[in-house]
Structure formats: C-alpha cells, structure tokens
C-alpha cells in the first residue's frame, strides 16, 4: 500500500532539516558519483590531447614540444588545480568508504549501525583528505 501527500506546487526546500543520516548519505552519494563521472569526461578530454605524446618520441617530450605533457605541467603549476585535486580525492573517498557502507547494509552487516557508519565514513574521509593535503600541495607556489 502506498501512501502519498500533497506536495502543492513550490517543494518545500525547508525540509531538509528533517533528512536523517541515512537520506543525507544518499544524496552525497549521488553528488559524488555525479561528480566522478564529470571528472572522467574532463580527463579523458585532457588524455585527448595526448595523441603526439602516443607516438612515443622522446625528442618531442624532451623538446617540451608535446601538448600532453605542456599540458600536465601548465595545469600542475596551478595552484587552483591542486586544489581542486585534493576535491577530487575527497568525493572519491567519500564515494568508495560510503559504497562499503551501502554493500555492508545490502549484505545485513552493521544494520542497527547505519547512522554510526555513515558518520564514520565522513570523518575518515575528512582525515584522508587532510592528511593529503601536504603530498598535493608539495611543490606549488603561492
């Protein structure tokens, strides 16, 4: 049995202060496998410019004449893509440790524990990515 309500004709966005973890850990999973697929257009759009680099001539890659590797370290030396970088790895993070989650609730592991593991998924993604955040950074100038 179903059971609807009426939603009139403007959503009311006040109401996510009722989403519990669980509808909370489903919409950044959704953004962030969103955000993934975004990401893997933008990157094979990047490995697209890679066709002089197939070749595999030395001279070109050593000339600095090849677009790829021009390309990687022109946006390598911005700060902004680093930045974006350590983004990158956050929604990643997220995405894998909260899939888990979702695999151990689909397998009946750790149901009473949804909540608790959607919370710790959060604040282990937090660590990694805090923790990378000197291994991304090395190098880049202010």
């Given at each position: 049995m ?12 006040g109401?996510w ?8 850990a ?19 759009a ?5 066709i002089?680099a ?5 001279a ?11 390309t990687?370290?022109g946006l390598?030396?911005?700060f902004?893509?680093?930045?974006l970088?350590?983004?990158l ?8 440790l ?11 592991v ?7 593991s ?5 604040v282990?993604?937090g660590?990694i ?14």
């Amino acid at each position: 049995m179903s059971q609807s309500y009426n939603r009139g004709l403007i959503e009311d966005f006040g109401r996510w202060k009722e989403f519990s973890a669980g509808m909370w850990a489903w919409i950044f999973h959704k953004f962030t496998g969103w955000m993934l697929i975004g990401y893997l257009f933008t990157h094979i759009a990047v490995l697209s410019t890679a066709i002089g680099a197939a070749s595999g001539d030395a001279a070109l890659i050593q000339q600095e004449t090849d677009v790829y590797t021009t390309t990687i370290q022109g946006l390598e030396s911005l700060f902004i893509v680093r930045v974006l970088e350590v983004g990158l790895l956050a929604v990643a993070v997220f995405h894998i440790l909260n899939g888990l989650r979702l695999l151990m609730v689909d397998l009946g592991v750790g149901l009473s524990a949804q909540d608790k593991s959607f919370y710790a998924s959060l604040v282990l993604t937090g660590v990694i990515t805090v923790a990378s955040v000197p291994t991304f950074m090395d190098g880049v100038g202010f």
